[in-house]
């Protein structure tokens, strides 16, 4: 699910910066740290939307940089459990699927792919496949999630088909 | 088993572990009848290895040499069926003998009927008198027997062990008894050498020299040794002596009295083997630690024949195929890292097609023999000894039944089913083990079925969950614990606790009764268990990923040839994919160590550069894509992609087969400009990192040459080969020899012979002389100025040359020390002012670094943003008139401060130091200095005693502290006239330069990075209308006229002199003993020293550090 939220970095910015563009330089160090970043308490930062404020520098002693606490809102997603989403299928194996829903990674076992799909090892790309569909690399398809593993920095996603209105998107 | 067995079987039948013979003691009483049977009785003593239990009965008889065999075997049965081994028939007496006799005779007679129920009759009868006898011996007879056997006299009959009759205390040994020698043997070979021991002893029984000893046994459990029953450790000697494998040099030990009984003791070991059980291998070469089934218990003998999944080798070996499978398996023992061939069912096709036909022999009833195995049902069924069988707590995996399970006859079937049940049943007990309070169960038989809940105690067999879900919600349920069972839920995210897959952790995929399957967080694959064996988990599966000092996916280095990435830990080993793209299995003691890769570099196909963690892809072959975990030796390259389920996701490509999925050309154009790569602080990496590489040699003193003064190799000369850290490799001139050595020991040999610190410079003599030349000192470089600790010789000719001109901005001014400690000196600040933060950060800007050390820190630094500026601004916060022009003054000033400074700085001492650049970088290090306002506030009442007249300067041109400033201004001038090399901080207050303000040539400098002004008088040149005299703790200021036309004011401190730029301008010695000279310059000025000359006497020409001189304006303008 994507939210907007607003967070918080911190970034520290070396003393050569310190100057007339130092504000600049430091939106682009918030959008080159955050953006694409996965933090497991809030999902991954798609987008910083705003920049709400850079904050004052504070000059740490010892090492002369200075520290900012950044505030910005960005598009944040975060998948639940239970959630119905849309990937892309990006690997076909014999123990199920592993697919793309955009920076999230998951994986469908082949006991929650839907029960007529058969894996087809001889099929190039290998695939799973039905009387009336088809799974391979590339295919499009709707998962629910059943479970996540959060870590830290990644979020990994757990996912069945193995119900109605799931499966492979007709194009 | 060994061919000792068949004799032994009555007496191991509980397990007993010795062989005892009693030689020496049966010779004793031979000894009495030998008068008519001493061959007969040698000869059949030959026959009689074992029979120990009827040997005392034998010594007895007075029969028909001729007969003897056979009346023995006979008898021997005879008495077996009637006697416990244990309950010997006893010799006690000389009437029992007679009756012995009676007793053989008899049995003689009726020897073809063994068990005839006469002779039972017989048998029991002579027993009952027996005891019957011996009950009515009064206790005076017993004691009187005892002294009798006990005391020592020989003569008299000796007890021969009739255990039921004597109490058992008084069979414990005692002084009076011969003693038991432990005698070191080749392990092993024990009980090959309790039997030689005995059949020597038996030859030579009726030599001259007949055995001493009385007894020898071993015990299995004490491997290397063996018991000698004797009288003296001479005797054990001398029966040892010959003998193959008895180390008698390892000593003869006498056993401690009370040692003795225990010796001999046997535990019972409660062992039961039945059929079917499952049992685990203990040690083999092949089929160490595998599941194994009892198929012949074997009845308390010590082998057990069990049925095993075969590992066979299905591709074996050309040469070695058709050898004999015993030498074979060695060879394959030895391969290091060489997996074990995987358990498979035996198939006839396969094993046919591997080896040859011929290879295998059917036999009846489906057996297959196959390299001296026997095959059947497509197990093997070995003969184990049961030491090598581990019974207890053997946890069957899944994968090992259904391995069994797999076997396709039907016959089994049935047993199989039951085992199975057995499995379930001893799982399901295990189950209960692991519950915990908290878990998540079902309840998966018995009334409650299908209903879950949550654990909340668990006594005994009996456990208490709260019901969840439907009507029963909230309930208390008392289930028997083996009812219930772990319940998972997809998606959950568990770890295994048992098993082969301890420590794995994943996310529960499907759950099918009581297994689970989940996809492994490591391996993206997927792994099915039990239940029982896992547990919800929080962490992700970190447990396996390290063993040791070693990690996933750390590159290793097996042996000299063989490096590989770790793509797999398992419990105590690691799998390791080589360079070669072979699987080897490593425990981590095979790994000599673990190599970092982070800062190697290969080039792909295109020829650029590919590190750790670039994506790359392949050109050829099957184009797979990944990240580069490790490079190797340039050539090889190990990548890692998740989406390869084949060794965890890592396989090895050429590097040169690669190519970057990034376009990295543009990347590095674009790095020009980022400063973070430019700037070390941001590198994270230090110096260290890669990008500093070009910037310099990467240790100084590599190449220096030094002598080492501690340590074995003391006295000796060497060149420095390479450093690491704190260890230098030193080239010894002596032996052609290497060594490696911790740089304290080593000193550095300065042209002159003598020895220096390897971070000092060459000592100020050498310095002085090359002054002038300004290069080729030890460094074969400029000499350093800041070498200050030598300061006097320094200053020498700087004494004859000074003109008063200062030039602090010299272009090109080499000399100044900025650079002279990055880039030649191993930061020769840190033995005398390494404390200041800003010497180290001065030794890290990037700017000495930049041109090579040619260029002088100035013009980098005022071009480029440099960091220190403003640190070091803050530290001289109240600063001074010239405090911030750049951080390169900083070490410019504090490197010539001379002797003015001495007992200012807290490392005067160490270091001279004058200057009037440099008084706010001076204190600027030292925090209390730079917490004074007033840069040389602390240190002017020392001038003002040193020079207390020499006021001549007014006051008003002098920046920082009021009154005192004077004196110090003038001290410090006066005393830095001598040696300064660069301008004082507060030069443009000197009294010597200030009448020349509306002439100088000045420049700000710094205000881009202190931000002053927006920085938009960078670099604009102008010269000073009026210096204002600032009270102390105010920035002093000058009023500046700019070549623009604009005049303002600006605080002096960014006030920075303008270098002489061209031969024949007029310049002004802002510094040194010249100090206020207008000269000439007369050569062009791009080196350190200027030479100049006045213009009334050009003849006379000055070297002059091109700091001290400021350009100065036509007079005209």
Redesign the interface.
């Known amino acids: 699910m994507f939210f907007i939220k607003e967070l918080t970095h911190t970034i520290l910015l070396?003393?050569?910066?310190?100057?007339?563009r130092m504000e600049s330089y430091l939106e682009s160090k918030l959008y080159a740290d955050v953006e694409g970043t996965c933090s497991g308490q809030f999902g991954f930062i798609i987008s910083v939307v705003s920049v709400l404020d850079i904050g004052k520098g504070m000059?740490l002693s010892?090492?002369?940089?200075a520290e900012f606490v950044a505030r910005y809102r960005a598009i944040v997603f975060k998948p639940f459990?239970g959630e119905v989403m849309d990937g892309v299928v990006?690997?076909v194996?014999k123990?199920?699927i592993?697919a793309d829903v955009g920076p999230l990674n998951v994986?469908c076992?082949a006991?929650?792919l839907q029960p007529d799909l058969k894996f087809d090892p001889n099929s190039n790309p290998p695939s799973y496949s039905s009387e009336d569909q088809i799974i391979e690399k590339g295919s499009k398809v709707r998962l629910k999630?059943?479970?996540?593993?959060v870590?830290a920095t990644d979020i990994?996603g757990?996912v069945?088909m193995k119900e109605d209105h799931l499966g492979v998107l007709e194009e | 088993m060994s061919d000792y067995d068949d004799d032994d079987l009555g007496l191991d039948g509980d397990g007993e572990e010795q062989q005892v013979t009693q030689t020496s003691r049966k010779g004793k009483e031979k000894a009495r009848h030998r008068d008519d049977d001493d061959e007969e009785q040698a000869l059949r003593e030959d026959r009689d290895d074992d029979d120990d239990d009827e040997e005392d009965e034998d010594d007895e008889e007075e029969e028909d040499r001729g007969q003897q065999p056979k009346k023995r075997k006979r008898r021997k049965i005879a008495v077996n069926s009637f006697l416990d081994v244990y309950a010997e028939v006893s010799d006690d007496d000389e009437e029992e003998e007679e009756e012995d006799e009676e007793v053989e005779g008899f049995m003689y007679d009726d020897a073809d009927d063994a068990v005839n129920g006469d002779t039972t009759r017989r048998q029991h009868v002579l027993l009952d008198n027996r005891r019957q006898q011996r009950e009515e011996k009064t206790a005076e007879q017993i004691a009187k027997d005892l002294t009798e056997r006990y005391g020592g006299i020989r003569a008299a009959p000796r007890y021969t062990g009739d255990l039921n009759d004597v109490p058992q205390r008084l069979l414990m040994p005692s002084v009076h008894d011969a003693g038991l020698w432990q005698v070191r043997v080749k392990p092993g070979r024990e009980r090959d050498i309790v039997f030689s021991l005995m059949r020597k002893s038996i030859d030579m029984e009726y030599t001259a020299h007949p055995l001493s000893i009385l007894s020898a046994f071993q015990r299995e459990s004490l491997s290397g040794m063996i018991y000698v029953e004797a009288r003296s450790q001479k005797h054990v000697q001398q029966a040892c002596n010959g003998l193959v494998g008895v180390y008698l040099s390892k000593g003869v030990h006498l056993v401690p009295i009370e040692e003795m009984a225990s010796l001999l003791t046997i535990k019972k070991q409660d062992v039961t083997v039945t059929y079917g059980m499952w049992v685990r291998i203990r040690k083999h070469p092949k089929y160490g630690g595998d599941l194994a089934q009892v198929i012949i218990p074997g009845d308390g003998i010590e082998d057990v024949a069990v049925r095993l999944v075969p590992r066979i080798d299905m591709n074996p070996p050309e040469e070695t195929s058709m050898l004999d499978p015993s030498k074979k398996r060695k060879k394959a023992v030895a391969v290091v890292g060489a997996a074990r061939p995987p358990q498979k069912l035996f198939n006839v096709e396969e094993v046919a097609k591997a080896y040859s036909r011929k290879s295998i022999i059917s036999k009846l009833g489906g057996e297959i023999v196959f390299q001296g195995e026997t095959y059947k049902n497509g197990f093997v069924e070995k003969d184990i000894k049961i030491n090598n069988l581990i019974l207890d707590d053997v946890q069957p995996t899944l994968d090992e039944i259904s391995m069994f399970m797999s076997a396709k006859d039907g016959s089994k079937q049935d047993d199989l089913g039951i085992q199975l049940r057995d499995i379930a049943e001893s799982s399901r007990k295990a189950a209960i083990a692991v519950l915990q309070p908290g878990d998540n169960v079902e309840v998966f038989e018995g009334e409650q079925a299908g209903i879950h809940g949550v654990v909340e105690e668990i006594s005994g067999e009996v456990v208490t969950i709260t019901a969840m879900g439907v009507d029963i919600e909230g309930q208390k349920l008392e289930i028997p614990a083996r009812s219930i069972r772990k319940r998972f839920?997809?998606?959950?995210?568990v770890k295994v606790m048992a098993g082969m897959y301890t420590d794995e952790t994943g996310?529960?995929?499907?759950v099918q009764d009581d297994k689970v399957?989940f996809?492994s967080?490591l391996s993206?694959?997927?792994i099915t268990v039990f239940a029982k064996d896992l547990r919800i988990a929080a962490e992700?599966g970190t447990g396996t990923n390290t063993i040791g000092n070693y990690e996933l996916h750390d590159l290793v280095q097996l042996d000299a040839a063989t490096v590989g990435v770790i793509f797999k830990t398992e419990r105590d080993s690691f799998r390791v994919l080589d360079q070669n793209g072979k699987v080897l299995i490593v425990k981590p003691h095979q790994i000599s160590m673990r190599r970092d890769s982070s800062r190697a570099i290969a080039s792909d196909a295109e020829g650029h550069e590919l590190r750790a963690n670039d994506n790359v892809k392949e050109v050829d072959g099957e184009q797979r894509k990944g990240r580069v975990l490790h490079t190797h030796q340039s050539f090889y390259a190990f990548l890692h992609n998740r989406?390869i389920?084949e060794h965890g996701g890592v396989f090895v490509a050429r590097a040169r087969s690669l190519v970057s999925l990034a376009p990295k050309g543009n990347a590095l154009k674009n790095g020009g400009a980022d400063?973070?790569k430019m700037?070390p602080?941001?590198m994270g990496g230090g110096m260290v990192g890669s990008g500093a590489l070009g910037r310099g040699p990467r240790d100084r003193h590599i190449g220096v040459t030094v002598m080492v003064t501690k340590g074995p190799h003391k006295g000796y000369g060497g060149t420095i080969k390479d450093t690491n850290g704190n260890t230098a490799r030193v080239e010894l001139r002596t032996g052609n020899k290497m060594i490696s050595i911790d740089k304290d020991k080593l000193r550095k040999i300065a042209p002159n012979g003598d020895l220096l610190f390897l971070h000092q410079n060459a000592p100020p003599g050498n310095n002085s002389s090359n002054n002038n030349n300004s290069n080729s000192n030890a460094w074969g470089a400029p000499p350093s100025w800041t070498n200050s600790g030598g300061a006097s010789g320094g200053r020498t000719p700087f004494q004859g040359s000074s003109s008063k001109t200062p030039n602090p901005y010299a272009v090109g001014g080499g000399k100044t020390p900025a650079w002279a400690p990055g880039s030649r000196t191993p930061n020769p600040y840190a033995a005398e002012s390494g404390k200041t933060?800003a010497w180290n950060?001065g030794s890290k800007t990037p700017n000495p670094y930049a041109d090579g050390g040619r260029t002088p820190a100035w013009n980098v630094s005022s071009r480029?943003?440099?960091?220190?500026a403003?640190?070091a601004n803050?530290g001289a916060s109240s600063g001074t008139a010239y405090g911030g022009a750049t951080p390169a003054r900083s070490w410019d000033a504090s490197a010539n401060s001379s002797s003015g400074w001495l007992g200012a700085g807290s490392d005067g001492s160490a270091t001279p130091r004058q200057s009037s650049w440099g008084n706010d970088w001076v204190s600027a290090p030292t925090p209390a200095a730079a917490a004074t306002p007033g840069f040389n506030v602390g240190l002017t009442p020392a001038f003002g005693a040193l020079t207390p007249a020499a006021a001549q300067t007014p006051a008003g041109v002098f920046n920082s502290a009021a009154s005192s400033a004077t004196p110090a201004a003038s001290g410090g001038y006066a005393l830095a006239a001598n040696d300064n090399r660069t301008l004082e901080s507060d030069w443009l207050f000197d009294p010597a330069v200030v009448p020349h303000h509306p002439r100088i040539k000045i420049q700000l400098l710094g205000t881009?990075?202190a931000?002053y002004l927006?920085?938009e008088y960078e670099q604009q040149k102008g010269k000073v209308i009026a210096g204002n005299k600032a009270p102390s703790g105010y920035e002093q200021t000058a009023t500046v006229l700019f070549e623009s036309g604009e005049q303002r004011s600006v605080v002096a401190r960014y006030i920075a002199a303008v270098p002489p730029s061209h031969n024949g301008e007029e310049v002004l010695i802002a510094g040194g003993k010249q100090k206020g000279a207008i000269m000439v310059v007369r050569e062009d000025p791009d080196d350190e020293t200027v030479t100049v000359s006045s213009r009334s006497n050009p003849g006379a020409v000055f070297a002059v550090p091109k700091e001290l001189l400021i350009a100065l304006y036509d007079e005209k303008a």
């Open positions: 070396h003393p050569s910066y310190f100057g007339p000059v010892g090492s002369g940089q459990k990006r690997n194996s123990m199920g592993f994986f076992a006991a929650l999630v059943v479970g996540t593993r870590d990994f757990i069945s | 839920k997809q998606g959950e995210h996310l529960v995929t499907t399957t996809l967080d993206m694959t997927t992700v989406e389920t400063l973070s700037n602080a941001m933060p950060a480029t943003p440099n960091p220190y403003t640190g803050a881009h990075v931000n927006g920085g």
